[in-house]
Every structure is written in structure tokens, then in C-alpha cells.
């Protein structure tokens, strides 16, 4: 039986599009759709949709119609504000046998709240950086000697590393406060960043793979540069918490670790696949071939930590050339 997939804000990504094809293997096709027809990963796919930007009142219907026509079996996004929006959805797919790749409305609003975030990992007892939502709170947090500058202040609600700027002075905070809406504070972690790769069974909930990779250069808020790495102990606590939280699919998480009091923070946790990867995929860490068999009704096997350590990913640009006549409209 072919297995159809619909990828949703497509953009630059064509290694997400390339792995499902090459996972496929011509028994099934991939679409894949944008708001923009220069956005060059639709191109890699079987076939390319132009469709409105997300806020568009009408943009779900003509998702909704995109997948009866084209025979869609699972659909998801690789951008953060589409994922609240295809799980608030998810009924209005599966009626007509759409399954969307996505965790539950409540963890993606939760996931994309960086303060929500922080609440939960607090709540259940995971390291993580101290916030606060106001300049008062951090004051206050500052005279009773819990945090210090600097600090990072970022968008409440963000992402790719947009507005987050380090702060050094109460001056340059009040300014930021002043100029932008909706802004955290967050303590300044310490320590190397890493990134997790996670996929969580569909069907069992069960995690059954992860990978881990120290984080070497940063660009945009996308891994640049990166070397694979295992820690069984952090394994155990991601499958833990992703299995308590409730998470489904992929997801991408941002951590930190500090060696001086040997302690992993969980910084974000971001339900979709993340930038980096395509390095656990060409280390054989397959989330394609998990979601194909879910979406066959196959559960997968647990199969943690597989994949060779001491590998290392390095992003380099790539053009797609097209004349305007082979542009899709």
C-alpha cells in the first residue's frame, strides 16, 4: 500500500523532502507546499503547492482540500506557528483519514510559550534557566542572589532566534522592555549546548530513538556544525519526560550541559523536526521510515542511542536554478 505525505511550509528544508522520498522509494509521493513559489525545498518534491500565508482565514481548507486530492495519508510542518494550528485541526483530518504528525494542541501552544515552557519543566522538577516576565521579578530574583547578569531577553513567543539579544546593564534592558512586547527574561546558561533529535511512537507513545549531538556553531538558530555524542544517563531523562508530557512524533530539543556541577538543563523543546536533522538521519537515525509505519499502523521498536558517536555534520549552501517558465504558480 503507497503512503502519501503532505509537508507544510516546505521552505528551505529540501533535506527533510529528500528523506521521504529516498524512504518512499516510489511507493508513495511527497508534496510539498509554500506561500512563496521561490521557496526552493518544494521543488525537490513530487509536487509542489502555492498555498496563502498561514493566517489566511481560508489556508486549512485549501490544506484539507490539498490532501483529498492528492490522497494524503500524514501531514505535517517544519515551521513552529503551523503546529498549533494543524493539532487545533487534528479532528477535521482524521475524519477525512488524515493523520497529522504532531503532538496535542496544548503541548505545541505550551512548547512555543517560552514561559509555559519553563513552568512545566519547573513543575516537574527538570533543570532548567530561570525566566521572568517582568523587570521587577528579575530584580527581585537578583537582590535575593538567585541570578545575576548577564541575561538573555527573547520574544515570549519565537523562534529562530529572532530578537534574543544578551544583556549586560539595566539600561539596555529597560530599552528592550521599551521597544518590544511580550519579552522574557532568561538566566545566561552556562556550559556546552546540545541538541536532541526525538521521535516518539505514535501509536504506543513510547520514545523509541534519540540523538544527541554537541552543538559547535549556531547560525539563525539552526545547527550549523555538529558532532554526534551519547550519554545514557540524559537518554533516560528525555525518555522520561517526553513520555510523561505526552509528546507524539518528532521533535527537536535545545539543551545545556554544565560540567561543573555535571548537571544537563532542558533550555526548549520545539514538535517538529529541527534544523540539525539531517545529521541523525545520515547517521541512520530514521524518523521517515517511523512515520511511514505508524502511518501503516505499525508500532516501532525502541531502538535508543544507535548510531555511531564522533560524527560530525557540516551545513554548506546549495542553489536551485530555475528558469520562471518552470516556476510553480
Given at each position: 500500500m503507497s503512503t502519501n505525505i503532505l509537508i507544510l511550509s516546505a521552505g528551505t528544508r529540501n533535506k527533510v523532502v529528500q528523506a521521504f522520498k529516498h524512504e518512499l522509494a516510489n511507493n508513495g509521493n511527497v508534496i510539498a507546499t509554500d506561500c512563496s513559489n521561490i521557496g526552493p525545498a518544494i521543488y525537490d518534491a513530487d509536487k509542489a503547492v502555492i498555498v496563502p500565508k498561514i493566517k489566511d482565514p481560508f489556508y486549512i481548507d485549501q490544506i484539507l482540500g490539498i490532501c483529498k486530492k492528492e490522497k494524503i495519508n500524514g501531514v505535517f510542518s517544519l515551521i513552529d506557528p503551523e503546529l498549533s494550528l494543524l493539532a487545533e485541526n487534528m479532528d477535521r483530518f482524521t475524519e477525512i483519514g488524515v493523520t497529522?504528525?504532531?503532538?496535542?494542541?496544548?503541548?505545541?501552544?505550551?512548547?512555543?510559550?517560552?514561559?509555559?515552557?519553563?513552568?512545566?519543566l519547573v513543575k516537574l522538577g527538570i533543570p532548567t534557566a530561570k525566566c521572568y516576565l517582568s523587570i521587577e521579578d528579575f530584580e527581585n530574583a537578583m537582590s535575593a542572589g538567585e541570578v545575576s547578569y548577564p541575561v538573555f531577553v527573547k520574544p515570549r513567543r519565537g523562534s529562530a532566534s529572532i530578537n534574543i539579544n544578551a544583556v549586560e546593564s539595566k539600561e539596555m534592558l529597560i530599552a528592550l522592555f521599551h521597544d518590544y512586547d511580550d519579552l522574557i527574561i532568561q538566566e545566561y546558561?552556562?556550559?556546552?549546548?546540545?541538541?536532541?533529535?526525538?521521535?516518539?511512537?505514535?501509536?504506543?507513545?513510547?520514545?523509541?530513538?534519540?540523538?544527541l549531538k554537541e552543538k559547535i556553531k549556531m547560525r539563525a538558530g539552526e545547527t550549523d556544525k555538529s558532532v554526534s555524542v551519547k550519554d545514557e544517563r540524559l537518554f533516560e531523562q528525555i525518555v522520561?519526560?517526553?513520555?510523561?508530557?505526552?509528546?507524539?512524533?518528532?521533535?527537536?530539543?535545545?539543551?545545556?550541559?554544565?560540567?561543573?556541577?555535571?548537571?544537563?538543563?532542558?533550555?526548549?523543546?520545539?514538535?517538529?523536526f529541527g534544523g540539525g536533522?539531517?545529521?541523525a538521519y545520515a547517521c541512520g537515525v530514521n524518523f521517515p521510515r517511523q512515520?511511514?509505519?505508524n502511518l501503516k499502523g505499525i508500532e516501532n521498536p525502541v531502538n535508543i542511542g544507535d548510531y555511531q558517536e564522533g560524527v560530525y555534520m557540516m551545513?554548506?549552501?546549495e542553489i536551485c536554478v530555475l528558469p520562471e517558465e518552470k516556476l510553480v504558480k
Open positions: 497529522p504528525i504532531v503532538s496535542s494542541y496544548e503541548l505545541c501552544e505550551t512548547s512555543l510559550d517560552k514561559y509555559q515552557m519553563y513552568e512545566m546558561m552556562q556550559g556546552q549546548e546540545y541538541g536532541a533529535d526525538v521521535y516518539i511512537d505514535m501509536i504506543s507513545g513510547k520514545c523509541t530513538s534519540i540523538f522520561s519526560f517526553v513520555e510523561t508530557v505526552g509528546y507524539r512524533g518528532m521533535i527537536d530539543i535545545d539543551l545545556f550541559y554544565d560540567n561543573a556541577t555535571d548537571t544537563w538543563y532542558l533550555s526548549e523543546v520545539n514538535p517538529r536533522y539531517p545529521h512515520i511511514i509505519n551545513k554548506y549552501n
